[in-house]
């Protein structure tokens, strides 16, 4: 990755940026002007207080010092700005300029780069999530064209996703336990549970709260992190472990307008890419802390926490299989001939973490 970042920045400081996703020259860094303040703005869907937040606003300083006050970053949390579904395209088309980002997490945009959030692939951590999903978009450029007019500047796994429902359901075990459950989830998982009579309803997470208080849902196949960290843990009263990496696990970082980017003089460029690679490492222990001290906080609250055995925990597995499949079929008819080789290549990759 140093070697990636060392290589990109002496790109950045000739002023022809490969960002683009057809591999043309970017238009040549501006001189810098040392008058000249930039202000870009940032958007996170979620709210400030929590380790994301938290971790956005340091950065958000420390780009600010290393610049001298030349980039001032403002941040809109908790949809301040724009709606969490409207994240990627207000990016694309500039209203904002930097944001945090699901993948998956806007409807019909990143089809083939969903492949690192398919369910049940056995994927371990949060960090052997991000360093397989690097590697893909390494081997296979057409990853990060399908990006568009925005580029990562950093994306990482989110932790495993288990089961939590309420006390006005039960411990789900099985998929024959889910008969009737509203919950929130990964949308990939809408057939197959839908066949065990349950219903995905995902609220925006600022609706989280009121969505579970008032049966709205009754679950979330959801990791940790959000259940403690953004204070559910008090309307859960079942949580089902599906082994180390859970049933799957999302991916989130933040994301960046070329435009914006390319507006910037090539020193600005350097500390954004440098300190955005800089707060991964941070980001990735907050992750494994938070969700150790919420399964603690659960097991003292007195909730019911189950760790499913191997063979529970492949029933889940094999429930998720006809999911690849559909991917790669869907992604092959979108016109992406590399779908299945993304796949495979990414299985064998998960191998080499077990």
Known sequence: MKKLLLVLLAVIVAGTLGFTACGESEPEAPALDPDKVYYLKYIDW????????VRAKEWIAEVEKRTNGKVIIEAYFAESLVKRLDTYRSLETGVA???LYVLGGNPGVHQLNRVIDLPGTGIPNERAQMEIYKKLRD???????????????RMMGLPPEHIHTTD?????LVPEDLAGLKTYANILWEEQISAYGAAIVNPSPMEWYTS????????????WNAVY???????????TIVGEGGMGMQTIGWIMNRDSFNQLPAEYRKIILETAEEWQEPSLEDSVNTAREGRAAAIEMGHEVVDLTPAQQQVWFDLSEPIHEQWIAESEAAGFDTARD??????DMIEDYK
């Open 46 to 53: 979620g709210p400030e207080f929590w380790d994301i937040g």
């Open 212 to 223: 579970l208080d008032t049966n709205l849902i009754q679950g979330m196949f959801m990791h």
């Open 139 to 153: 081997k296979y450029p057409e990853l990060d064209e399908e990006y568009g007019n925005v580029f990562v500047l």
């Open 342 to 347: 993304i796949f495979n290549d990414m299985m």
């Open 97 to 99: 300029d930097i944001a």
């Open 168 to 172: 006005k359901f039960k411990q789900v």
């Open 229 to 239: 960290d953004v204070g559910l843990l008090e309307l859960f009263k079942y949580h």
